[in-house]
């Protein structure tokens, strides 16, 4: 199992993809040539921060987490059960997002091993993810990629992903979560990499760099 732990994994990744795959040059040089690995330690702050991010821009989600942390202090299972739920909502906290991360923190507490979940295969850290309430693929892949730092996960269900790839590849419109997973089998094993330039590629695209010509 490859993981992502230098720039010079990315970088590998990243000529790889592009020999497999050249209309991903042009979105790669839009990029500046390389992504950043954005990592996050793997245990209940690191799914705890993915849970907060959910449908909210990069902005919303730290100032939530700020809060947060203002309120618990060190986010752990045992502050984050007890806390009781004003002083959740009063950090930013919806009703769903406090449901799944009550149910995660007591599986924590219960014996689950998040930090032991990033170095087991995909497929069984995803299907112990997703049996929490709350957790679905998104959230357990997300886990994968930025807390596992798997080299070979993608996270086809998320929208920016969509986006930036029928932009980034001049397709006639969004695909679909189903029909991006399946284009991107041909980006394995990079899988990971050639999401995190797609995020890269959607982000340049709205800062005002100029799009990939198609």
């Not at 170095?119 to 929490?132: F, G, S």
């Not at 397709?171 to 979560?177: A, G, I």
Request: proline fraction near 6%.
């Amino acid at each position: 199992m490859r993981l992502l732990l230098s720039p010079a994994d990315i970088d590998e990744g990243l000529d790889a993809l592009v020999a497999a795959d050249p209309r991903l040059a042009l979105i790669r040089q839009t990029c500046g040539g390389t992504v950043e690995i954005r990592y996050r330690a793997p245990g209940f702050e690191g799914v705890a921060r993915i849970v907060v991010a959910q449908m909210l821009s990069v902005a919303s989600a730290n100032a939530i987490w700020t809060k947060l942390e203002r309120e618990l202090g060190t986010v752990t299972p045992q502050t984050f059960l007890a806390a009781d739920e004003p002083t959740l909502r009063r950090a930013g906290l919806s009703g769903g997002k406090i449901r799944t991360l009550t149910a995660v923190a007591e599986a924590s507490i219960d014996g689950l091993d998040l930090a032991g979940l990033a170095t087991a295969p995909a497929d069984e850290a995803v299907a112990a993810l997703t049996a929490l309430p709350g957790i679905g693929r998104w959230t357990a892949e997300i886990f994968l990629l930025f807390c596992a730092r798997h080299a070979d996960v993608f996270p086809a269900g998320d929208l920016a992903l969509q986006v930036a790839a029928a932009e980034g590849l001049g397709l006639p419109e969004r695909p679909s979560e189903k029909a991006l997973r399946a284009m991107a089998e041909d980006w394995a094993p990079w899988r990971g990499v050639a999401a995190k330039l797609f995020w890269a590629y959607h982000k340049a695209c709205r800062e005002g760099r100029n799009a990939v010509p198609v």
